[in-house]
T-cell receptor
């Protein structure tokens, strides 16, 4: 079973700061997902990536398959970025639910 | 609007009562899942369905049953609710293509908050 560790567990920053959230996993994967969950809200998929880097607006996700590590960066952070960010990994069994293991999430607060 | 729809959003049960959580998706995804989310535990897979007509146990299946009624619908049933099943339940659906440049979609419902007294 893959072990997914996220750091930090909690992060408070000022508006405008550059944010980095890290995710490491123990076993080789087919893909890694970054998810966002606002307080009391649903879960939204931000990225799915298996190599390299992806960018969407102010969000950047990178993955290093050899080091079994991924980072989620937020540039020019804003209070609306306050949420829980969850890392999840897919195994080699097709990438579906049977291979999806979640980290416990990083609780991010951006203060004005 | 495309997405995953869950019902009910909130439910309070007494120990021993039964109920069914409904989930439907309109994105023609093959795979559907039920997760529970508990404080400090992260999301844990209860059951999943890789395609219409198939279901498999996940990490925490005890006390639950599922039914993949058709490609759109995947329901979760609690036959005899217990306080340990107090949780937020999320349905999700996905499409993944792992050959070449991995692509895919993963959508979650808004969640169903269940309290068992």
């Amino acid at each position: 079973k893959n072990e997914v560790e996220q750091s930090p567990q909690n992060l408070t920053a000022q508006e405008g700061e550059f944010i980095t959230i890290n995710c490491s996993y123990s076993v080789g994967i087919s893909a890694l997902h970054w998810l966002q969950q606002h307080p009391g809200g649903g879960i939204v998929s931000l990225f799915m990536l298996s190599s390299g880097k992806k960018k969407h607006g102010r969000l950047i996700a990178t993955i290093n398959i050899q080091e079994k590590h991924s980072s989620l960066h937020i540039t020019a952070s804003h209070p609306r970025d306050s949420a829980v960010y969850i890392c999840a990994v897919s195994g080699y069994s097709g990438g579906g639910a049977d291979g999806l293991t979640f980290g416990k999430g990083t609780h991010l607060i951006i203060q004005p | 609007n495309a997405g995953v729809t869950q019902n009910p959003k909130f439910q309070v049960l007494k120990t021993g009562q039964s109920m069914t959580l409904q989930c439907a998706q309109d994105m023609n995804h093959n795979s559907m899942y039920w997760y529970r989310q508990d404080p400090g535990m992260g999301l844990r897979l209860i059951y999943y369905s890789a395609s219409e007509g198939t279901t498999d146990k996940g990490e925490v299946p005890n006390g639950y049953n599922v039914s993949r009624l058709n490609k759109r619908e995947f329901s979760l049933r609690l036959e005899s609710a217990a306080p340990s099943q107090t949780s937020v339940y999320f349905c999700a659906s996905s499409f993944f293509r792992l050959a070449g440049a991995n692509t895919g979609e993963l959508f979650f419902g808004e969640g169903s908050r269940l309290t068992v007294l």
